[in-house]
């Protein structure tokens, strides 16, 4: 396997693996990491209770969902090196100015902080719209697999390293300036320093090279896109996303609440999954070359599926961290499956459009969650709401093999 992925790698070009350090600087370390570490947290030392980091969430997740289909437009309008640049950007400006929200008045604050929110998850859905399709652009099928699964595997592995020193940066920050470890500014230095490294990653997205479109690509574009394509990769995304993300936000106070499990216990197991998301996708091209593109994809969401069911039975304890460990593991090698997928069904000139209908649908998915899940949890107990998440998930895999196994079915005839 090491043998087959050195091989591979030996085929990518310039370009990929620039794409590659841009996602793992920018995707891993400020996105996955700092960010995830530090921006709720900034939150509760500005003065906010767990009512408006909700309202937080659910803008930033609303943002995503609303930006996705117009940033599929302007990566085809703009081109996707341009696109990428205008992304890191919004991405770092957004950062910055919300980093600054303890210096606003606080009759201000709140507002501000919402704007400049949805300004950060603005510029991730454009980030991702224009990133994906130019990774698969600049790889031939035989190295694209291998790229895919290595971008995730970038992306997880900057994700733990961000979250290692995002926790320690207000620390050193309370420490230089002589301030209380309680002080918001800290948090908002360490928020800022993240988004600064994005400026490096700026410079190297513009050696990128343009692609030049063929004017088969601008007859296209101008042309019928695939609609019902389109509406079926966000609908498998909105599936899969809405499962896949309620078990994994649930489960520390599912563990904590119903389970009795010891804080120690949950953050230990949690770690554990982070750590096994950086090798877990790089088992996809394994099964790509042994159950094909589909089969692949199925295989992990089934398994993610059976993963999210077992959680919603409970105990015992070490059956039900088994079960979340491996559903990140599997839940990364569905995402590197789903993305090879998702971008090589369509022509080349309908892939951001892919991407953003992708994003779109896991937008609107987990904002779903966010709205619904702990209501559900309240109501019926987190028993049920695990079931309907496995269902959920369950019927994305449904949605993928009816969509997706239908039109390989109709090409294998058409080709006899």
């Known amino acids: ?135 698969v652009g600049s790889t031939g099928a035989t190295e694209r697999p291998h790229a895919l699964a290595l971008s995730l595997a970038f992306m997880s592995a900057g994700g733990v390293l961000g979250s290692l020193v995002g926790g320690q940066l207000p620390g050193l920050f ?64 909105l599936l899969r996303c809405a499962g896949e993300m309620t078990a994994r936000t649930f489960y520390p106070v599912y563990a904590d609440q119903a389970l009795g499990i010891r804080t120690a216990q949950i953050g230990a197991t949690m770690s554990l999954g982070m750590l096994l998301a950086v090798p877990a996708p790089l088992l996809m091209p394994l099964l790509v070359q042994r159950l094909g593109r589909l089969g692949a994809l199925i295989l992990s969401v089934l398994g993610a599926t059976a993963c999210v069911a077992v959680m919603g039975l409970g105990g015992p304890w070490p059956l039900f961290a088994a079960a979340y460990v491996l559903l990140i593991g599997l839940a990364t090698v569905a ?26 649908g896991s937008g609107l998915g987990a904002a779903a969650l966010s709205a619904a899940g702990g209501y559900m949890a309240a109501a019926l107990g987190y028993g049920p709401l695990y079931g309907a998440s496995a269902a959920s998930v369950a019927l994305g895999a449904l949605t993928i093999w009816l969509c997706f196994g239908r039109r390989r079915r109709r090409a294998a005839v058409a080709a006899v």
């Not at 997740?61 to 919004?90: D, F, W």
């Not at 995402?335 to 779109?360: D, I, K």
């Open 1 to 135: 396997m090491l043998a087959d992925y050195w091989r591979k790698m030996r085929l990518f070009n310039r370009q990929t693996w620039i794409a590659l350090v841009v996602i793992a600087v920018a995707a891993g370390i400020v996105f996955s990491g700092v960010w995830t570490v530090l921006n709720n947290l900034y939150l509760l030392r500005l003065g906010y209770g767990p009512e408006f980091v909700g309202k937080v969430a659910a803008v930033m997740l609303a943002t995503q969902a609303l930006v996705s289909l117009p940033a599929g437009g302007l990566a085809m309008a703009l081109g996707l090196r341009r696109c990428l640049i205008a992304a890191l950007l919004v991405l770092a400006a957004a950062g910055l100015a919300y980093a600054a929200a303890g210096l606003v008045p606080a009759s201000w604050r709140q507002p501000y902080v919402l704007a400049a929110a949805g300004l950060v998850y603005a510029g991730g859905a454009l980030f991702t719209t224009a990133l994906v399709p130019l990774l």
């Open 174 to 237: 309370a420490r230089l300036g002589g301030l209380d470890p309680a002080h918001p500014r800290p948090y908002g230095l360490g928020l800022a320093a993240a988004f600064l490294l994005i400026a490096p990653v700026v410079w190297l997205a513009s050696r990128l090279p343009e692609p030049p479109r063929s004017a088969r690509e601008q007859a296209a574009a101008r042309g019928t896109a695939p609609y019902g394509l389109f509406v079926m990769i966000g609908l498998i995304s």
């Open 335 to 360: 995402r590197s499956a789903w993305m090879l997928l998702g971008q090589e069904v369509v022509a080349p000139e309908w892939r951001p459009m892919s991407s953003a209908a992708g994003n779109l």
